[in-house]
């Protein structure tokens, strides 16, 4: 997945690196380029450069309190000591037009403004004023910069799921919400059998009363997996269900209770109230928001109405299998600063993976 966002950072590379690969700017009366310094030139610049810091280090000092405003933009001395050492400092006007096609390939890829801009920003604080070796290209660099900022968005809240089930006391009461159609029920059967593959034993609650055929749909998932479903009749109360799954459970010595709610629509407020006296009624130890990976900006935007109805720990995304931009994993994390937590990857019951951020950001920056 992601292939279209991975594509575009690859593009962002070779501008900045095209961007940067250009003459330094040396002091003035200096000809040289950089190509054609050499490694014993460099060498004796250093000493010379050297010298000059001592010679003119109180003009340095004191030009250096003439405006705050210039803290941040390297000096004509550092400019010229850089290049005196065979080195080339990246500068804003380097970053400009990288930037903003880099901002242009996150929108295009449906990562919300607010979180390509955090990226941006995080960009230019890493790159602006490094320098690097004037027979080296920009790459690395760039790379870095990108894997810290995109790390640091995708990575948001991220803690380990089994680690939390296995610390829990039991049963553990899990909720899981969304709109209808996204996958929500199926995720619920596959996150059963990712339990069961690890020693854990789950009930599943049906609190989606409202929908005709939903104790049927959840039921077919219970008898392929052996698994005790918990249901009521159509028009019952969803916060009753989900505590009587709790309550057999404890009764039983069920580790985890898994309880699936209506496929509420974000704008409903009636449905919306109804997930807050789940929330209040069962008090889970988890509320897991699920969606496509493909919704893109729609999943964004659902996402926050669900957390501010019943406040989501983590989420879940489905299709994740389909040729997918990324923006959605990317901004769902940010906008609710919750981790992603699976992704969906197919139609059988073992196709759910746990998200691993750095597995992703190496996957977008891999050139190959």
């Known amino acids: 997945m992601f292939d279209g966002l991975k594509d575009k950072l690859s593009g962002f590379r070779e501008d900045v690196e095209e961007s940067t690969d250009v003459e330094a700017d040396p002091a003035e ?3 040289a380029t950089p190509d054609e310094t050499t490694a014993s030139d460099a060498a004796d610049a250093d000493g010379d450069a050297e010298a000059v810091a001592a010679e003119t280090g109180a003009e340095v000092e004191a030009k250096s309190d003439d405006s705050d405003a210039d803290d941040d933009e390297p000096s004509t001395f550092q400019r010229a000591k850089a290049f005196a050492t065979g080195r080339i400092i990246i500068e804003e006007e380097d970053l400009e037009e990288p930037l903003w096609n ?5 929108l295009e890829s449906d990562v919300e403004m607010s979180v390509a801009e955090r990226i941006l920003d995080t960009v230019r604080e890493k790159m602006l004023g490094e320098s690097r070796k004037q027979v080296e290209t920009t790459g690395e660099l760039v790379e870095s910069a990108l894997h810290d900022a995109l790390l640091d968005v995708i990575a948001v809240g991220q803690f380990d799921f089994e ?40 009930v599943l609650a ?8 939903a104790n ?13 479903l918990i249901s009521h009749d159509q028009g019952g109360d969803p916060a009753a269900v989900i505590y009587d799954g709790v309550e057999y ?7 985890v209770v898994l309880g699936d709610t209506a496929g509420r629509l974000h704008t409903s407020d009636d449905l919306m109230a109804q997930l807050e006296k789940i929330d209040r009624v069962v008090d889970p130890d988890m509320t897991l928001f699920v969606d496509e990976a493909v919704a893109g900006q ?27 931009s990324g923006g959605a994993a990317i901004s769902v994390a940010y906008v609710t600063g919750k981790p992603i937590l699976f992704l969906g990857t197919g139609q059988g019951y073992d196709d759910l993976t746990l998200f691993e951020p750095e597995e992703l950001v190496e996957s977008l920056l891999d050139e190959e």
């Open 29 to 31: 009366g200096d000809e």
């Open 102 to 106: 880099l901002e242009m390939a996150l």
């Open 163 to 202: 680690e939390r089930i296995a610390a829990a006391e039991k049963p553990v009461t899990i909720v899981f919400t969304g709109v209808n159609g996204v996958g929500k029920t199926t995720s619920i059967a596959k996150l059963s059998e990712w339990l069961a593959d690890r020693g854990y034993s789950s």
């Open 206 to 213: 049906n609190g989606d009363t409202y929908r005709a055929g």
């Open 216 to 228: 049927e749909q959840i039921a077919e998932h219970a008898d392929r997996l052996g698994r005790e």
């Open 249 to 255: 459970a404890a009764a039983n010595d069920v580790d």
């Open 298 to 324: 729609d999943a964004v935007n659902r996402a926050k109405e669900f957390d501010d109805a019943a406040e989501i720990d983590g989420a879940i995304l489905t299709k994740a299998d389909a040729d997918s």
